[in-house]
């Protein structure tokens, strides 16, 4: 499998990253409601890591909104971009899923990522700095919160709780996608509103309690990499020889 070149003006420090993410947070568009929920095409982003050799594999899975439907799928794999810094790490990320989304043929859509959008310490997870960069509408279903905290949201699938920051600003929702079972954190990313957003993840959900595009694009993604692990693992072992 052929690793992906990383971008070269890429950030290769905390510094530039934050100057670069604050850059593309003031292109965030948050007052549109974005694509209606169960229509038109919904796409799946998730990654997987390969620590010991460095590698990152990303997944793009294409459904139809309404039946769930696989319309077409992408992997791309590279190096990874940028070390671990929380509240950073869609620079780790991005290069790979922006590989995986260029090798769809058709259009993707809205965006589902595994992550974060609004419910960020800084306000720009992964799904609001790929909504932006890609100019397509996005959300993030996260599975566990990230810093803020919550009430416990009502037994019952479509039940939610307020995700609320330090200033009042409601930044997404824990949302009960299946009666009695953990909820999801939805927040928007960009061109689409949190309402919206819950509504994508509860269609998406129908079954379980992680939407359809999360499940196809994590085995996806894990495939990928194994499969890029089993065609470098030998040529990099065998530099040490």
């Known amino acids: 499998m052929k690793i992906i070149d990383v971008p070269a003006d890429w ?3 905390e510094s530039t990253a934050l100057a670069v993410q604050d850059a593309l947070r003031d292109r965030l568009v948050l007052d549109e409601p974005g694509p209606e929920p169960g229509t038109g095409r919904v796409t799946g982003v998730d990654v997987a890591y390969d620590d010991d050799l460095d590698l990152v594999a990303a997944a793009a899975v294409v459904l139809d909104a309404r039946t769930h439907t696989v319309i077409e799928e992408s992997t791309a794999v590279c190096r990874v971009a940028f070390p671990y810094v929380p509240g950073l ?7 790979a899923v922006l590989g995986a989304l260029a090798a769809l043929a058709g259009d993707p859509g809205l965006l589902v990522c595994d992550g974060y959008g609004r419910a960020h310490p800084r306000r720009f997870g992964l799904a609001s700095h790929l909504g932006v960069v890609t100019g397509l509408p996005s959300i993030g279903v996260a599975k566990n919160p990230f810093v803020f905290s919550h009430p416990e949201p009502g037994p019952h699938r479509g039940d939610t709780a307020p995700l609320i920051a330090d200033d009042g600003e409601e930044v997404g929702r824990a949302l009960r996608t299946q009666d009695r079972v953990k909820p999801v954190y939805v927040s928007v990313g960009h061109r689409t509103s949190l309402d919206h957003a819950c509504a994508h993840t509860l269609r998406l959900a129908s079954r379980f309690r992680l939407p359809e595009t999360t499940r196809r694009a994590d085995r996806l993604c894990r495939d990928a ?3 890029a692990v089993s065609s470098v ?3 990099e072992s065998g ?3």
Do not use: H, N, S, Y
């Open 239 to 241: 530099r040490g020889v």
């Open 233 to 235: 693992a030998p040529t």
């Open 225 to 227: 990499l194994a499969e």
């Open 11 to 13: 950030p290769a420090d």
């Open 89 to 95: 790490l869609a620079f780790r990320e991005i290069p």
